[in-house]
């Protein structure tokens, strides 16, 4: 039995169209390219080259039939509408977003409106997700798009899929769609940055974080971002660590302790030390800097046996920590204070 057929294509001229479609017995769907003409015809010829492209046979309903034609007959009034030299206006976009699901006319576009439409891709999108067919996924809402150009649920969806699948290099054509339909939006923005800072884009990502803050100078995720880009660049990044700290200290601290990446891609003067002679050098439990070496964020670069640090990147990472408040600087006794303990132990 044939479970669905949909547009994969359509010529621009309306000569000819591109459907794919699949059956219960075979795991693979199949490409049929037709000839527009009448609608009948056409599911019968669609019928014939089906079955002999999948080398199988099996019978068509007249009930199965009468769907394929109106299914074809959509495309035919296009066809026809065209070569009298009339603009299609909305038909253009629903000839190309059609389906026909043959076991549940739910999922069928066949009479639907636009919003609909739009509404019955948007589940679907994310039922294919959820079985991991990305692919079907963002056909689903890439026709939305086509429907409703600014949807801006096909929009976070459509990231969602993306990095779902770890296409992540193809969000940023997403993202700048996004925000070219939404200026004035924060969420693509971080999004844009956050990408750009997993594809080693820094500049792209300052510059993307910059523009950001510029429009909200107070948004802690932006001003992270933008620290961490500066950091990788080797600039100093410790004000808009600050800044972030005095919007959201908890949240600031959590990054800084398990996130963050202090690590210049060009760091200064790499000299060779074991984490021992880091912790006496700032004072810093051995078994608290050993945590943070395990979870990334001491920067720390590796050499052939020893680690390497840039002493520059130390002394900014301790000040950063001190800044925070995740460092306290244990001081000597002050001489005042020690001939004040002399004396009460004297007494004593």
Not at 207 to 220: H, I, K, P, Q, V
Not at 263 to 276: D, G, I, Q
Request: proline share 3%; charged share 25%.
């Amino acid at each position: 039995m044939l479970e669905y057929i949909e547009v994969a294509d359509v010529d621009t001229d309306y000569q000819w169209v591109e459907v794919e479609s699949k059956d219960q017995l075979n795991d693979a769907p199949c490409l049929v390219h037709l000839m527009i003409q009448d609608g009948l015809d056409m599911a019968y010829t669609f019928i014939q080259r089906y079955q002999t492209k999948q080398s199988i046979t099996f019978t068509f309903s007249d009930s199965v039939v009468s769907s394929l034609r109106e299914f074809f007959q959509e495309i035919r009034l296009a066809q026809i509408i065209h070569s009298g030299g009339k603009e299609l206006g909305e038909l253009a976009v629903m000839v190309r977003t059609q389906t026909l699901s043959l076991t549940s006319s739910e999922r069928s576009t066949l009479r639907k409106s636009r919003a609909a439409r739009v509404r019955m891709l948007l589940d679907e999108s994310v039922q294919l997700m959820h079985k991991h067919q990305y692919d079907q996924s963002l056909k689903r809402l890439s026709w939305v798009h086509l429907l409703d150009p600014k949807n801006e649920m096909a929009f976070e969806l459509r990231i969602v899929c993306l990095r779902s699948a770890k296409r992540i290099s193809e969000c940023v054509g997403v993202l700048e769609r996004w925000i070219e339909a939404y200026p004035n939006l924060i969420e693509p923005r971080l999004g844009l940055g956050e990408v750009w800072l997993y594809l080693d884009q820094d500049a792209k990502a300052r510059a993307c974080f910059s523009e950001l803050l510029a429009m909200d100078g107070r948004n802690c995720m932006a001003l992270l971002g933008l620290a961490q880009a500066k950091a990788r660049l080797g600039e100093d990044y410790l004000a808009d660590l600050s800044k972030a700290f005095l919007i959201d200290s908890a949240y600031t601290k959590e990054i800084a302790e398990h996130v963050f990446d202090f690590r210049s891609k060009k760091p200064e003067r790499l000299e060779p030390m074991t984490l021992v002679q880091v912790a006496e050098r700032y004072g810093i439990p051995i078994k608290r800097l050993l945590g943070r070496a395990q979870r990334g964020v001491l920067p720390f670069h590796r050499g052939s046996d020893l680690l390497h640090f840039s002493p520059t990147e130390l002394d900014r990472y301790y000040q950063t920590l001190r800044k925070l408040g995740l460092e306290i600087r244990s001081q000597p006794i002050a001489i005042r204070s020690q001939e004040q303990l002399d004396l009460f132990e004297g007494e004593s």
